[in-house]
């Protein structure tokens, strides 16, 4: 399967549009007057090749793992690119709380690797990845190691609108580039 026979295009993009609206005003408790609640840490994310938002409210002490979602962390927690996420509000599976992953170079392997390989993302060098589907491949073909840490986050996704609301704080993109050999 290539990169763009899984992805619905258009439909998938008034899909995130219209499932954000709802998840983000239930996360952030939007008002009778249609105002959302500001001030909380947001950040940009990464779900089947389209950028998404989500509220950054950070780890879950004493959890260790929740339910099947699951969120992606290339090299470290926004160390190099955007989080990866398994699901999105609408689609079983999909919860607030997230499972980390962390994904790193196999042995051997190099960022020049998974270039060349077909899992790259198309958005690259700004991310390497974009898709859960593309990294787990990319794992199956021995050129990445995906661990789990034991950690879940709770990061509710928003829409786009509610992630730019006046009192949110964006968490910095200013990742390193060039990519580094290995990570």
Known sequence: ?????????????????????????????????????????VANGWYEEEEIYYVAHGVEEGVTE??????????????????V??????ESGYSPHWNANLVNTAAGKTVADIVASPYVSDHYPEALFDDVEDIRAAADAGLVTISKPGVVVLCPIVPER?????GNTELPEAFPRPWPTTF
């Open 162 to 166: 509610v992630a730019d609301a006046p």
């Open 66 to 83: 929740r339910g099947e979602n699951d969120i992606y962390l290339i090299g470290g927690d926004r160390t190099l690119q955007a989080q």
């Open 85 to 90: 996420v398994e699901f999105i509000p609408g």
């Open 1 to 41: 399967m290539t990169n763009t026979e899984h992805r619905d295009g258009p439909t998938r993009r008034r899909f995130l549009r219209a499932s954000g609206l709802l998840v983000g005003g239930l996360a952030l408790g939007v008002g009778a007057a249609g105002t959302a609640v500001a001030g909380v840490s």
